[in-house]
C-alpha cells in the first residue's frame, strides 16, 4: 500500500513541478514582449513561487527603474498569462548568467 500512495505523490508533484516551469517560461516570454531590449540584457527570471515572481537585476539603479514599472508589469502578465495567478514581482541585485 505504501508504494502506491509514494507513486501517487511522485506523479502529482512532477506535474505540479512541470506546470510552474511552463508558467514561468510563459511569464517570461511576457517580459521579453513588455520590456525594452537594453532591459531584459539586465535582467534574469529566477523563481515563480506562490504568485510571486523573482526577477534578479544586475544593478540597484535598473532595479529602481524596474520597481517604478513594477505595477503595470504585474498587471500586464496577469492579463496576459498569468490569469490572477501572479500576485507580486520582486527585483534583486544578482547574478544574471
Do not use: Q, W
Not at 42 to 56: D, E, P
Amino acid at each position: 500500500m505504501d508504494g502506491i500512495k509514494e507513486v501517487i505523490n511522485s506523479v502529482i508533484g512532477k506535474l505540479s513541478d512541470s506546470r510552474k516551469k511552463d508558467f514561468k517560461k510563459e511569464l517570461e516570454g511576457g517580459l521579453k514582449k513588455i520590456l525594452e531590449k537594453e532591459d531584459l540584457r539586465h535582467v534574469k527570471v529566477t523563481t515563480f513561487f506562490h504568485g510571486i515572481l523573482c526577477i534578479n537585476v544586475d544593478s540597484p539603479a535598473r532595479a529602481y527603474k524596474l520597481n517604478l514599472k513594477k505595477e503595470r508589469l504585474t498587471e500586464y502578465l496577469n492579463n496576459n498569462f498569468g490569469e490572477g495567478n501572479l500576485k507580486d514581482i520582486r527585483f534583486r541585485i544578482g547574478k544574471i548568467k
